[in-house]
Nanobody, 123 residues
Framework: EVQLAESGGGLVQPGGSLRLSCATS????????RAWFRQAPGDEREAVAA???????QYADSVKGRFTISPDNALNTLYLRMDSLKPEDTAKYYC?????????????????WGQGTQVTVSS
């Protein structure tokens, strides 16, 4: 079965950095679309970054230039490096994958989801 497990969240000061990890199993990692989403209380779930099976990457405008998505195919792990963090980045971050997607940044395209890891940016 497909399993996703996020880790690496925590409390960080504005301007700081974190690296989130999504450890995966149960599917052919590099053949799937893989993505990070986030959701703050009361808000809609929104895309952060995604990478498809060809290595094509898309980022949400709000994180471009600050966040980097990268896969480690040997470890079946998806990373999200977050730099220059802002309070508005505070959210629960989710890893998601799907065998086939039409649009990389649409949450409903994704079949499998992790439980999320909390990121709080506050001084």
């Amino acid at each position: 079965e497909v399993q996703l497990a996020e880790s690496g969240g925590g409390l960080v000061q504005p301007g700081g950095s974190l690296r989130l990890s999504c450890a995966t199993s149960g599917f052919t990692f590099s053949n799937y679309a893989r993505a990070w989403f986030r959701q703050a209380p009361g808000d809609e779930r929104e895309a952060v970054a995604a990478i498809d099976d060809d290595g094509y990457v898309q980022y949400a405008d709000s994180v471009k230039g600050r966040f980097t998505i990268s896969p480690d195919n040997a470890l079946n792990t998806l990373y999200l490096r977050m730099d220059s963090l802002k309070p508005e980045d505070t959210a629960k971050y989710y890893c998601a994958v799907a065998a086939w997607v039409r649009q990389l940044l649409i949450p409903s395209e994704y079949t499998y989801w992790g439980q999320g890891t909390q990121v709080t940016v506050s001084s």
